[in-house]
């Protein structure tokens, strides 16, 4: 039985950019491209504790600016101090986040699924659907386990690794995934500038 029931988020974002050194850059721009309403994942974990929570905050204002969803991967305790909307990471690691922050837990594996379900997680990022520049050469899931292992599922599941439009695009002509009709999606490099999708009004 789940810890907690998964929380009722009819508005879960589509589209999930995730942040890393390699697009901190561009991070203001992609904010603004995204469309209203999208999802943004702080990870940022190359950087000291400090700079950390000063980089987080600034890229939050941006992101509230055109009604973006601000995830943090790190503690609970952390997530709900720096006003952020929910907390990324481990079904062990969020499994304690208290009510009112979103819980979005990682997945590689049908056991790591089955886990997100037991806490109550209220959407899973299941990777690495497609190769991808964060884990070279690591093993993936290809489209059809990716598409069996969220078909397992009990909460919406974000696509994640080497996702671009495209892609995207393609998966979800495959039809839904799970109960979760609609279709979400999570990039790094696939989200930059150089991959842009219909600009947000401020």
Known sequence: ?????????????????????????MLEQSLAALPRGSGFI??????????REARFKSLKSVARRYGHIVILAGPPPVARCW???GVYGAAEQI?????GLLRLATAHSLREVGEAGRIGADAVL????FSTRSHPGGKLLGPLRFRLLAQRAAMPVIA??????HKAAMLARGGPLNRDHAFHWAAIDGL??????PRASA
């Open 1 to 25: 039985m789940p810890e907690r029931q998964t929380q009722k988020c009819p508005e879960l974002p589509e589209i999930w950019l995730i942040s890393d050194s390699r697009n901190d850059a």
């Open 42 to 51: 702080y990870r940022h974990y190359h950087l000291s504790a400090e700079a």
């Open 83 to 85: 006003r952020a909307d």
């Open 95 to 99: 499994r304690k986040a208290p009510a």
């Open 126 to 129: 299941l990777s690495p659907v």
């Open 160 to 165: 994640l690794g080497g996702m671009t439009r």
């Open 192 to 197: 930059s500038r150089r991959n842009p999708v």
